[in-house]
């Protein structure tokens, strides 16, 4: 029989303190419910301050359709300009990452605010998701960039495409680990493949079936690679094997406690060299505060890992051009 321990908490409502409530618990839950418990209590703390101002803003009206033309808009999302095909990836533009209740939202408030507003995006051709999880997979994000891109196509992790119900997009693709999907843009084919990564796809507790994906792209005769949310993995190297890629999304932070799902920066930056990055952008810091370490300190390690001429950007709103 398993252990049972009891729990003893204030029972709190509007008009105060109206009792005490004692609850026996499995010690598993109840340190679940002790870490939910922190981290609202932290993220309360962390949602009194002001956001700040993206340090740069981009200007994507004034790029060329004969390279590769990126721009970190904050967290994983970035705007690409890959041979005149515009794609971005995780869209969040959301004050808050987590769910929605009516006009509210739940969860960790943006540090930066995105480098652009959904209104000033170019017309968007591709909508590329990694996961199902609430920083990465945004609903009022998507419902507005639906609305405003019909046009759009929609490529996602597998058992995914649920969450789009609703939304009207051109055509929506669930993209299991391993296959590859391709769409044609200008008259030439873009091929999409999903990459096995290490993290997991549950968006709430229970929907552990979820996917979640890293993504290559093929376009022109050149490669990008959009890296996702994932912890250490080889799964990369084999792009090397096959021409190595022009320019690399990796994430570099909320590894602190969690590295068993979020690589270092240093971690980050042997994937890139594994997959043979010739450029690597960072992502998914600086944004949200998700982990313990110091919102600086992923860019500081990934700086001290890595040739300086490798790096696409640094901070939030930076506009990177492959030369």
């Not at 999880?133 to 639906?146: G, K, N, Q, T």
Request: aromatic share 10%; charged share 20%; net charge positive.
């Amino acid at each position: 029989m398993k252990r049972l321990v009891k729990i003893t908490a204030l029972l709190i409502g509007a008009g105060g303190v109206l009792g005490l409530i004692t609850v026996s618990l499995s010690p598993a839950l109840r340190n679940i419910m002790l870490h939910d418990a922190r981290f609202l209590v932290k993220m309360r703390r962390d949602n009194a301050r002001d956001m700040l101002p993206a340090p740069h803003h981009p200007q994507p009206l004034t790029w060329k359709n004969d390279r590769i033309t990126a721009a970190w808009l904050g967290h994983a999302t970035m705007l690409i300009n890959f041979y005149g095909v515009w794609i971005i990836t995780d869209p969040i533009f959301s004050d808050q990452a987590g769910p929605n209740l009516g006009p509210f939202a739940i969860g960790p408030k943006r540090h930066v605010a995105p480098a652009l507003a959904i209104d000033e995006l170019p017309n968007i051709d591709l909508i590329l998701l990694s996961h199902a999880h609430f920083d990465h997979f945004d609903m009022r994000s998507l419902a507005a960039l639906a609305k405003r891109n019909p046009q759009a196509a929609v490529i996602t992790a597998a058992n995914t495409a649920d969450l789009l119900s609703g939304k009207k997009f051109a055509r929506i693709d669930e993209l299991p680990w391993e296959r590859s999907v391709t769409l044609s843009f200008q008259n030439k084919p873009l091929t999409v493949s999903a990459i096995h990564v290490k993290h997991w796809g549950a968006r709430w507790r229970r929907d552990r079936e979820r996917g979640f994906n890293g993504y290559l792209l093929e376009y022109a005769g050149h490669r990008i690679c959009f890296s996702g949310d994932t912890a250490y993995t080889p799964a990369f190297a084999k792009l090397s094997v096959s021409g190595g890629v022009d320019l690399m999304f990796v994430p570099i932070g909320a590894y602190d406690p969690w590295i068993a799902n979020h690589c270092s920066p240093e971690e980050a930056v042997q994937m890139a060299d594994q997959a043979g990055a010739q450029y690597v952008f960072p992502m998914h810091f600086a944004t949200f505060k998700l982990s313990n370490e110091p919102m600086a300190e992923p860019l500081k390690r990934f700086q001290q890992a890595i040739h300086p001429d490798r790096i696409a950007g640094k901070e939030i709103g930076d506009t990177f051009m492959r030369p």
